[in-house]
């Protein structure tokens, strides 16, 4: 009985361990933390539609599945063709059989190495493009999100499920999976040869497979939890930067650089302690994987040991030199890929923290989508008409209330009034960044939505009072990617009197237009932007406050071309400066959401009412300034 007192001990070690274990995950619970928009999935679900971006690469996938078996044969064999070595020197030793022994193990080791470059080649391939289509994807879903849940998502946020998120799921497409398949073969070949050599120490190696699987399955619970904080704490440093970098100028204005470097140091070091829980984890879960290695190997070469020199035999078996050898390198291959899960569970729990942020955003169903049957339209005559049209963005908080009016082809027509009093709101509804909660927003007579929202916008050409200038140069900001010969974009932009600025620049066309066009002044980014408007001829003209943010000098070029402009199309006008809009064929005037006033310049002077006073309010502070 004392001979086993080393398995018992043994046993009473991994009993200890594995209670410790059992004692932790049942006393740690998931915080049930608010990620935003963020929900948890279950990892069948992620893993289903990760799957569906792989389908298209199947015959791929069973080539490289075809290598991985191929390459494998040097994990099973070699440790038997070892084995077979050591009884060959011990017995019977022949040169020329050592040889030939050498030279097919080798062969197979070339074999093993070759598949294996061909395979990592074919993997990175078809990686790279099933993570180009998730990337895709994602951008186009949230293309298609509307203005409302745009502002609701910070942009950091959506930066970071397209760059670092999807390239976690990258990763696993190229490292992972395959490697995980390949660890199952190597597994079951090895037990394979493990029972044809040995019933009996096969068996010993075996009583460490329960403990491998609870251990595994408590590291999964642990794992999957430090995943989901790294990414949380990386989403939230990454929406700081984003914010605060756009803003640094205002934190230098009002000297808050200290506060703001508080605050960055608050989620860095939340972000390094998330870190730094993920490497506990797996710090914990390797080595315990290796004392099992250890152990395992510690009782082949007790009991081997003790059976070569007692002579035992189990079931038939005789346990030999050769045989405790091949065991040694068995128990190395078995364990080996154990372990290496261990980090491959670690990328693979880290690609599904990924995808669940993915698919949360791609989950986010679009408020603003085409009806059923909505039509495609090449363009629109310009007749517009609100029928009693109440809207709010947050629900019971109306912006507008009861709005009805009517604007003709080819008219142009202004909306005035004070701050928040749904100016701006109505030309968003015409273009259907929103829509309305009641009533009904007709297009030359028919309801807006039965128009295909892309058709529909192509219809439009908007001139916002905060100009956005994308990275590039002066021509690809006017023309936006579309094909146009330097002749039409210069004829826009003489029409515009943009050209005169334009032909200062040391590259015309092609000057650089840096991130947030800061080497471009306001003005020159407001025409810019009219020459952007009239090169896509649209049919409905849209100005919002286009005139709010420039200089006087410009404020006339600009006032100049529209009025070239009023009489090519339908034109919207939303300004402050009365002055614009005199020419306009309507003015409607708004208040807290509803119509006071609607007609011409001098109709609405002659009332005396809401714009007589607006305009006479800006007529003395222009005589002040003066």
């Keep these: 009985m004392r001979e086993y007192y080393p398995l018992l001990v043994t046993g009473g070690i991994l009993g200890l361990f594995s209670v410790i274990f059992i004692v932790a995950f049942l006393l740690i619970k998931d915080k049930k933390e608010a990620f935003g928009f963020d929900r948890k999935m279950k990892d069948k679900e992620l893993i289903r539609r990760l799957l569906h971006y792989a389908k298209p690469y199947r015959s791929q996938f069973v080539i490289i599945i075809f290598l991985m078996i191929v390459s494998i044969l040097y994990d099973v064999l070699a440790p038997l063709m070892v084995g077979n070595i050591e009884e060959l020197i011990r017995l019977d030793f022949e040169l020329k059989y050592l040889f030939i022994r050498v030279g097919v193990y080798a062969s197979i080791l070339i074999v093993s190495v070759v598949c294996m470059y061909l395979q990592s080649i074919m993997l990175q391939k078809t990686g790279q493009k099933i993570l180009s289509a998730i990337r895709k994807d994602l951008f186009e879903h949230i293309e298609s999100l509307s203005h409302e849940q745009l502002n609701q998502i910070p942009v950091g946020t959506l930066v970071t499920r397209v760059t670092n998120d999807s ?67 990386t989403t939230d440093i990454n929406i700081f930067l984003s914010e605060n970098l756009s803003g640094m100028k205002i934190t230098q204005i009002f000297n808050r650089t200290d506060k703001k470097y508080e605050q960055f ?13 993920e490497i506990l984890v797996f710090s914990i879960f390797r080595p315990v994987v290796y004392m099992l290695y250890i152990t395992s190997v510690l009782c082949l070469f007790y009991l081997g040991g003790k059976g070569y020199l007692d002579g035992a035999t189990f079931m038939g078996q005789t346990i030999t030199g050769g045989v405790i050898v091949s065991f040694y390198l068995y128990i190395n291959k078995f364990f080996t890929p154990i372990q290496n899960l261990a980090e491959q569970f670690n990328m693979l729990q880290s690609a599904l923290a990924s995808a669940e942020k993915i698919f949360t955003v791609m989950d986010i169903e679009p408020t603003v989508v085409d009806s059923e049957n909505a039509i495609e339209v090449d363009g629109i005559r310009g007749d517009i008409e609100f029928k009693d049209v109440w809207f709010s963005y947050i629900e019971n908080e109306w912006v507008l209330k009861g709005v009805s009016f009517k604007v003709n082809a080819g008219e142009t027509v202004a909306f005035v009034g004070a701050t928040g009093s749904g100016k701006s709101t109505i030309l968003s509804l015409i273009c259907r960044n929103y829509d309305i909660q009641r009533g009904q927003i007709l297009i030359d007579g028919r309801d807006i939505k039965d128009y295909k929202i892309s058709s529909l916008r192509k219809c439009f050409g908007q001139m916002l009072q ?120 309507k003015i409607i005037v708004l208040s807290h959401g509803e119509i006071l006033e609607e007609g011409t310049h001098f109709s609405l002077l002659n009332k005396k009412g809401k714009y007589y006073e607006l305009y006479m309010l800006q007529f003395e502070k222009q005589q002040l300034g003066a």
């Excluded at 140091?265 to 829980?277: A, I, P, V």
């Design 466 to 585: 905060d100009v956005f200038l994308f990275a590039g140069t002066v021509r690809s900001n006017i023309v936006l990617h579309d094909d146009m010969t330097d002749e039409e974009v210069m004829e826009a932009c003489r029409y515009v009197n943009a050209d005169k600025f334009i032909e200062k620049l040391p590259n015309g066309l092609d000057e650089e237009v840096r991130e947030r066009s800061n080497n471009f002044s306001a003005g020159q980014r407001q025409l810019l932007s009219f020459a952007r408007m009239i090169i896509h001829k649209p049919n409905v003209m849209i100005l919002d406050e286009a005139t709010a943010n420039i200089d006087a000098e410009t404020e006339v070029l600009i006032q100049n071309s529209l009025e070239k402009m009023m009489n090519k199309g339908t034109m919207l006008i939303v300004a402050h400066r009365l002055s614009t809009i005199q020419k306009a064929d």
């Design 265 to 277: 140091s608050e989620k860095n070091s939340k972000l390094g302690k998330s870190m730094l829980g």
């Design 167 to 233: 390239e976690a799921i990258s990763r696993m497409f190229t490292n992972v999976v395959v490697n995980l398949a390949k660890n199952f073969f190597v597994i079951i070949g090895v037990l394979v040869a493990m029972f044809l050599l040995n019933y009996e120490l096969t068996l010993m190696v075996l009583c460490f497979a329960p403990f491998i699987v609870l251990f595994t399955a408590i590291f999964r619970k642990f794992s999957r939890r430090a995943h989901r904080s790294v990414k949380s704490a």
